[in-house]
């Protein structure tokens, strides 16, 4: 096994936005140089919630495209779409018998995404977290780049590796970590400070996708949610270049909108606040508008020429599932060796 492998995964849900690229994509492709890489497109995810049949296939080429778009090298590295590769759906199986139903309550993806309707929920978004497990641990992978909101899934998969160790009495599963990194971790909706920026936000004006063109991201911006205060100072931050939790929860909008342009500027959130003290957010919304076009520009241009060739993508994929197999098969065998089951 290699010591350094990362693995991760985005769902083909539509709508590919700037948190999944900020929060996720983004840093797929800086860890391409120290990892090995898996990159996968995670259709069985989606599922979870109801996906339009004749469209998945489309989202799915659509989260490869960005993938290659933004720089992932699929012959270096593997980008493939899960349902593939029967061992991720083969592994989740064997740990919905190791993860316990108390571990799975706790989730508050679950509980955010189920909402009221939580009887009516389908039985794979309860379980998504043991599917995740197996995505990860399919490749032994060591390290998994997410956004913030994955973390509690990531502390899941490490606690079922562990449990399968302990109760198979065998350091078979390495306990992975999350890589969290950047000055947007956390993307929220334009619209509302309070709510992430999300694919399956009913409104269209609370995210930018990764394909919108210059006039979108511009209206887009120019009708995000702030408030009538100028921008804040370098006094707002706090120790290890963090914002004041207390100032941030009272403008989240306005800080919101800060990330977002220190990420895409590779700056700190301090600098951003230094280089804009005092000045009016109609003034900060154009500059951001212009960094925000210049990033996602380039990248959705290649991701609808890449979409117009869905024949390349789906060699990429084709070869990717491949190679992703030849890793995930023996691990999964050996699993089924850990746990005794008969194979003549
Ligand atoms: N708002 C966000 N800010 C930063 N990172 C984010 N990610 C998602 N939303 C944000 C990160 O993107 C990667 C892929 O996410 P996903 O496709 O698994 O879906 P999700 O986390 O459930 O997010 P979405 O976009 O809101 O999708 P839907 O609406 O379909 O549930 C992950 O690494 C995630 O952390």
Known sequence: MTSKRVFSGVQPTGNLHLGNYLGAIRNFVGLQRDFECIYCVVDLHAVTVWQEPAKLA???REVAAAFIAAGIDGEKHIIFNQS???????????????????????????KEKAGSHRENASVGLYVYPNLMAADILAYKATHVPVGEDQKQHLELARDIALKFNHDYGAEFFPVVEPLIFGEATRVMSLRDGTKKMSKSDPSDYSRINVTDGPDEVALKIRRAKTDPEPLPGPDAMVADGKVDPAREAARPEAFNLVHIYAALTDRTVGAVLAEFEGQPFSAFK????????????????????????????????????ERAREIASPVLRATQDVMGFLRP
């Open 286 to 321: 154009e500059r951001l508008t212009e960094v925000a076009v210049g990033v996602l520009g380039p990248m959705g241009n290649e991701m609808q020429r890449l979409m117009a060739d869905p024949g390349h993508v789906d060699a990429v994929l084709r070869k990717g599932a």
């Open 58 to 60: 489309a989202q799915t």
């Open 84 to 110: 593939q590769v029967s061992a991720h759906a083969e592994l989740a199986w064997l740990f919905n018998c190791v993860a316990r139903v108390g571990w799975l309550n706790r989730m508050t993806q679950f």
